[in-house]
């Protein structure tokens, strides 16, 4: 890898090496993408010295660009730059199998919550989603949408995805954005060009992207000719994943919107998952495990836990390791720029209209629900509690009151 046109060379490492720096990683890691990312700076920047300062943050810069979840991006590139690809295939294990473990424990347990207690520790779960996915669409406006051309996108596109509830209605607000974003957003500096160097070439990467996007488009269409179990699950979340831009909390609307419409999770099911995700230490796309585990429809369980798991973050990291050789071209034009402003503007519309419908109105039935529900918001955003003790705390409050009810 190089920065600002110098190539910096590193040992190379084993992916033993990398598996087990991602474990700990994967089993301490709690706070979310930000907060991954600052812990992969102090373990690979600071300590380890994988890479330098100015490289890391060139990386970081091109996973935000890219569709997928970019801590996880992160992860998998720092991966191959340290051993190749079975030292990115070891990152990105090490890094998610603990998070979509114990997500997979709590389908197996939700049984368990049938009792008053067990539902009200699942509805404290929900209003958990509430919070976070509050505090997800303040943070991700007051930086995504820093102006009234970017704030006009993100509202037109949640008036379209209230319109039209559906895949199609996300795809076509992301769609709208990039287009408005080619029209309004050109303002904005464009980025130093720093050279990255990693072991893909222009053809492999050009391979993969044009994988990327085969199955995007053929998967559909095998999914609705062939009657292959779990064929149609694996294209509802490669779609998922591959419309992910601006963070893990994207991919609350666009799961909802494939996997609770046709019945293969309940919507308490899945917001009661979505909140338990928040207990976990990290990526939030582990998420998929536990969906896929819950399911009702055939591959459940195991099987289907690491199908949908799979699935959800492929299309990310496919597109990651295309672009790597690209990379440096593609960020220097001001169109390509613009356009990823007005996606990511979007993608805030989309986010906000998923807070309001399902989470918000599934999950706050009553005064005391809403007042909980702003009690969360407060302690992730002024007290800067970390997700788990909010978990625990709202989890637990809302126990204390159906006892005492």
Same mark, same amino acid.
């Given at each position: 890898m190089s920065t600002a046109g110098a190539t910096q060379e590193r040992p190379k490492g084993s992916a033993a090496e990398v598996f087990a720096a991602f474990a700990k990683l994967g089993l301490t890691s709690f706070g979310g993408p930000i907060a991954h990312l600052g812990y992969f700076r102090d373990e690979f920047v600071t300590r380890r010295k994988w890479l330098d300062e100015a490289a890391y943050a060139d990386l970081v810069a091109l996973c935000q660009f890219l569709p997928g979840p970019a801590s996880s991006q992160v992860g998998f590139a720092l991966g191959l730059f340290r051993a190749g690809p079975l030292g990115a295939a070891a990152a990105w294990t090490a890094f998610t199998l603990p998070s979509a473990a114990l997500l997979?424990?709590?389908?197996?347990?939700?049984?368990? $919550?049938?009792?008053?207690? @067990?539902?009200?520790?699942?509805?404290?779960?929900?209003?958990?989603?509430?919070?976070?996915?509050?505090?997800?669409?303040?943070?991700?406006? &007051?930086?995504?949408?820093?102006?009234?051309? &970017?704030?006009?996108?993100a509202l037109l596109a949640a008036i379209l995805v209230s319109l039209a509830a559906s895949a199609l209605g996300q795809i076509a607000a992301i769609l709208a954005g990039g287009i408005a974003g080619l029209a309004l957003c050109r303002d904005g500096s464009t980025a130093p060009a720093t050279a990255l160097r990693f072991p893909v070439s222009r053809g492999a990467g050009a391979a993969l992207l044009a994988l990327a996007l085969l199955l995007l488009a053929g998967l559909p269409l095998a999914a609705s000719a062939l009657a292959l179990p779990g064929l149609a699950h694996f294209d509802a979340f490669y779609r998922a994943g591959a419309l992910v831009f601006g963070g893990?909390?994207?991919?609350?609307?666009?799961?909802?919107?494939?996997?609770?419409?046709?019945?293969?999770?309940?919507? /308490?099911?899945?917001?009661?998952?979505? *909140?338990?995700?928040?207990?976990?230490?990290?990526?939030l796309f582990a998420f998929a495990a536990y969906l896929g585990a819950?399911?009702?429809?055939?591959? /459940? &369980?195991?099987? @289907?836990?690491?199908?949908?798991?799979?699935?959800?973050?492929?299309?990310?990291?496919?597109?990651?390791?295309?672009?790597?050789? $690209?990379?440096?071209?593609? &960020?220097?034009?001001?169109?390509?720029?613009?356009?990823?402003? *007005?996606?990511?503007?979007?993608?805030? *519309?989309?986010?906000?209209?998923?807070?309001?419908?399902?989470? $918000?109105?599934?999950?706050?039935? /009553?005064?005391?629900? $809403?007042?909980?529900?702003?009690?969360?918001?407060?302690?992730?955003?002024?007290?800067?509690?970390?997700?788990w003790l909010v978990v625990l705390a709202l989890a637990g409050g809302s126990v204390g009151l159906a006892l005492m009810g």
């Amino acid at each position: 890898m190089s920065t600002a046109g110098a190539t910096q060379e590193r040992p190379k490492g084993s992916a033993a090496e990398v598996f087990a720096a991602f474990a700990k990683l994967g089993l301490t890691s709690f706070g979310g993408p930000i907060a991954h990312l600052g812990y992969f700076r102090d373990e690979f920047v600071t300590r380890r010295k994988w890479l330098d300062e100015a490289a890391y943050a060139d990386l970081v810069a091109l996973c935000q660009f890219l569709p997928g979840p970019a801590s996880s991006q992160v992860g998998f590139a720092l991966g191959l730059f340290r051993a190749g690809p079975l030292g990115a295939a070891a990152a990105w294990t090490a890094f998610t199998l603990p998070s979509a473990a114990l997500l997979v424990a709590f389908a197996y347990g939700a049984s368990a $919550f049938a009792g008053p207690s @067990g539902s009200a520790a699942l509805h404290g779960l929900k209003l958990v989603a509430v919070a976070v996915v509050a505090q997800a669409v303040i943070g991700m406006a &007051r930086t995504l949408c820093p102006d009234r051309a &970017r704030a006009g996108i993100a509202l037109l596109a949640a008036i379209l995805v209230s319109l039209a509830a559906s895949a199609l209605g996300q795809i076509a607000a992301i769609l709208a954005g990039g287009i408005a974003g080619l029209a309004l957003c050109r303002d904005g500096s464009t980025a130093p060009a720093t050279a990255l160097r990693f072991p893909v070439s222009r053809g492999a990467g050009a391979a993969l992207l044009a994988l990327a996007l085969l199955l995007l488009a053929g998967l559909p269409l095998a999914a609705s000719a062939l009657a292959l179990p779990g064929l149609a699950h694996f294209d509802a979340f490669y779609r998922a994943g591959a419309l992910v831009f601006g963070g893990g909390h994207v991919v609350l609307p666009l799961l909802q919107a494939e996997v609770v419409p046709p019945g293969w999770v309940t919507e /308490d099911a899945f917001l009661a998952g979505y *909140g338990a995700a928040q207990a976990v230490p990290g990526p939030l796309f582990a998420f998929a495990a536990y969906l896929g585990a819950a399911m009702s429809a055939e591959p /459940d &369980r195991i099987a @289907g836990a690491a199908l949908c798991l799979v699935a959800l973050f492929l299309p990310g990291l496919l597109v990651l390791a295309g672009a790597l050789p $690209f990379w440096n071209a593609f &960020r220097a034009m001001p169109a390509a720029q613009a356009a990823m402003r *007005g996606t990511n503007a979007a993608v805030v *519309g989309i986010l906000g209209a998923a807070l309001y419908e399902p989470v $918000f109105t599934s999950a706050v039935v /009553d005064a005391d629900d $809403f007042a909980v529900a702003l009690a969360g918001l407060f302690l992730l955003t002024a007290v800067k509690a970390p997700p788990w003790l909010v978990v625990l705390a709202l989890a637990g409050g809302s126990v204390g009151l159906a006892l005492m009810g």
